[in-house]
Structures are given as structure tokens and as C-alpha cells.
């Protein structure tokens, strides 16, 4: 890893902080070549404080560090990307990052899908909500037709019909999402049920 922490004439690069598992940007902060080797070193990202003029290790006032899983330098050799481990908030104000972003894992597509969900539910117009009106007959039901689309995405498997293997496929994923709601539970508990297996 090559960094020319003299490329801005102040022994500074640029740092930026993403959390390693959600891949939110927490913050930007700066190191010079010491805080570099102390944040290798320890393990817990250290910074150079433009404004104290000094190492400061993140989190060692609050508790608050961010442990060290992987650090990249970019292109040219003078911004270094941080993965970490969060403990607890990243920005002096308490929230999870300083760009006041809730820092939770992002499943794309799915997770706008769940918020759509929620939303739903939460309106309970079962006369215009499919949702809704599935929710209104309750939890049984949910489950009833999670068993009917696998059953439906097991036969579909057998035959040669891509587009309805496809499509049954997203009606058994649409409706674990309702079951799981059903539940009080998300798409990201599931994921974290897969990570533990996975160490």
C-alpha cells in the first residue's frame, strides 16, 4: 500500500469510513503517516485532528471506536478507504453517521419492498391493499400462502418455463416478506441468522 501523504504539501490524506457489513459511509476524517501506522497497529482507527493537532483515536473519550477490518488506498495513492466495525455511533453528535443516516443494512429493491409492506399494514385499507386485506385475515393465512407459492415455484422448477419459475419465484419472496412481518421480524434478522452460520 503506497500513500503520499505529501501530494497536499500537509503530511494529511483524506480518510473515508465506511461500515463494513452495511456499507454506509459514517465519516471523513484525515491521517498522516503516524496515525496510519497506529491505526494498523491497535486496530482501532486513528485519526491526525486538524483541530487539536494531534492523534486522536476514534472513540477514545465516548467508547465509541470504529475496529479495523480492512483498509484500501484509491487510484492515486492519496484517499484511503476504512471498513470498520462500528461501536455504537460514529458522529460527536450521537447519530450513526455525521451525514445524520441511520446506518442499516440496504438489501436494495427488497428493502423498499418491506417499507412498502409497512406501510400498507400500517394503512389497513384491506379494500384497496392486497396487503392489507391478506393481513386482515391474519397471520394463518400469511403462512397458508407461503406454502402455496413454494409448492407453485416446486413445480414450476420441473418444467422449462423460465418466466414462470421467475415470476413464482417473486410471489413466494413478496409473501415471506409479508410472513416475516407477520412475525415482527425483517429481512435483515434472516441475514443475520445466515452470517452467524456462516462463521
Known sequence: MTIDFNKNGDGLVPVIVQDNTTK???MLG???E???EKTKVSGLVTFFSRSKNRLWTKGETSGNVLKLIDMKVDCDGDTILVKVQPNGPTCHTGTDTCWYEENKSDFGFLSRLEEIIDSRVAEGNS???YVASLF???INKIAQKVGEEAVEIVIEAKDNNDDL???EGADLLFHYLMLLKAKGFTLEDVV???ESRHQ
Open 165 to 167: 419459475f421467475l415470476n
Open 34 to 36: 503516524e496515525a496510519f
Open 192 to 194: 443475520s441468522v445466515l
Open 136 to 138: 386482515a385475515k391474519g
Open 127 to 129: 379494500q384497496s391493499s
Open 24 to 26: 454506509t459511509v459514517l
Open 30 to 32: 484525515y491521517m498522516n
